[in-house]
C-alpha cells in the first residue's frame, strides 16, 4: 500500500500555488527562508521556552541565538539590517508576554503521552483514495493545544489578521482541529491564533475561529484531491499549474521564485 504524507503547510502551498508545491516538495531549489520568517522562527523558540516554564530573559536570548544562527544565509527582503531584525525579534517576544500569554490557559496533557501538548506533533488517518490501495496521512506540529482543548497557533505578521479571511480561507485551523479530534477522540472545533504585529502598533492579536466536522469534510476532499494528484503526476513538473493570481506570486513571498516565474524575469535582466 502506498502511503502520502500531507502537512498543513503543503497543502496550503498546493492550494495557493500547484507549482510552487511540486518544487518544495520534489526538488531541491527552494529559495532560502526570507528573513521575515526568519523572525518569526526566533520569536516562537523564546515562546517555547516561556511555555516549558523557562525564565523570560533566557527566552530572549535562545530568540536572538536562533536569529543569529541563521541570519547570513536568510533572503534579506524587508529587514536588511540584522540590527533591525533583531529588534523586531524582541518586540515581538515582548507582544506575546504582553498580550497573549496572560489569556492562554494551562496546556493540555497529551493522553497518549503523558506530555503537555506544547509543540505537539501529530499525524492522523486522512483516509484512502484509489479503491483504498493509497493511504493518506495528516501531519504537523501544533504550537499549543490548551486545557479546554482550544489549539493555539503563534504568528507574526505585517498587519493584523482579518476575521473574515480567517474563517473563510485558513486551512491549518481545519487541520489542526481535525488532528485532535483524531488524537483525543472527541470533537475539537475551537482554534485561536495568537499574532504578534510588525509594525507601528506593538501590541498582539488574538483571533478566533472554530471548524466543524463539515469544514474537516471539504478539507480532507482537498487532501484526497492533492493525493490523488501526487499519485498520478509527482514527476511532471508542467502537470503542476503555476498559478500567479495572487500575492503569493512574488519575490517577496514565493520561496521558489528564481525557480518559477522569477527564472524568466533574470533570463529578461541577461
Known amino acids: 500500500m502506498q502511503t502520502i504524507t ?10 495557493m500555488c500547484p507549482r510552487q ?9 527552494t529559495d532560502p527562508t526570507s528573513d521575515a520568517a526568519l523572525i518569526g522562527t526566533s520569536m516562537h523558540a523564546g515562546i517555547e521556552h516561556v511555555l516549558h516554564g523557562g525564565t523570560v530573559d533566557l527566552a530572549h ?4 541565538e536562533t536569529l543569529d544562527l541563521e541570519w547570513d544565509g536568510c533572503r534579506k527582503v524587508t529587514y536588511k539590517s540584522h540590527d533591525v531584525a533583531s529588534s523586531w525579534v524582541t518586540k515581538l517576544l515582548d507582544q506575546w508576554l504582553e ?4 489569556v492562554v490557559p494551562a496546556p493540555m496533557i497529551d493522553p497518549n503521552t503523558g506530555l503537555p501538548m506544547i509543540e505537539w506533533p501529530f499525524k492522523v488517518s486522512g483516509g484512502y483514495i484509489n479503491d483504498g490501495t493509497v493511504k493518506i496521512l495528516l501531519s504537523g506540529t501544533a504550537d499549543y493545544v490548551d486545557e479546554n482543548g482550544v489549539v493555539w497557533d503563534w504568528k507574526s505578521a505585517g498587519r493584523k489578521y482579518e476575521q473574515w479571511e480567517v474563517d473563510r480561507w485558513h486551512v491549518q485551523p481545519s487541520v489542526y482541529t481535525y488532528a485532535a479530534t483524531m488524537a483525543l477522540g472527541r470533537e475539537i472545533t475551537d482554534f485561536q491564533y495568537g499574532v504578534m504585529i510588525r509594525g507601528n502598533s506593538a501590541e498582539g492579536q488574538i483571533v478566533q475561529t472554530s471548524r466543524t466536522s463539515l469544514d474537516h469534510s471539504w478539507m480532507l476532499t482537498q ?8 499519485v498520478a503526476n509527482a514527476t511532471n513538473m508542467e502537470l503542476w499549474m503555476p498559478n500567479d493570481q495572487g500575492w503569493w ?8 521564485w528564481t525557480s518559477c ?10
Open 6 to 15: 500531507i502537512r498543513q503547510s503543503t497543502l496550503k502551498s498546493w492550494l
Open 21 to 29: 508545491f511540486w518544487h518544495k516538495t520534489y526538488t531541491d531549489v
Open 61 to 64: 536570548k535562545l530568540a536572538q
Open 99 to 102: 498580550h497573549v500569554y496572560p
Open 223 to 230: 487532501a484526497r484531491s492533492l493525493a490523488a494528484q501526487v
Open 249 to 256: 506570486c512574488s519575490p517577496k513571498w514565493c520561496p521558489v
Open 261 to 270: 516565474k522569477g527564472s524568466l524575469a533574470a533570463a529578461t535582466d541577461q
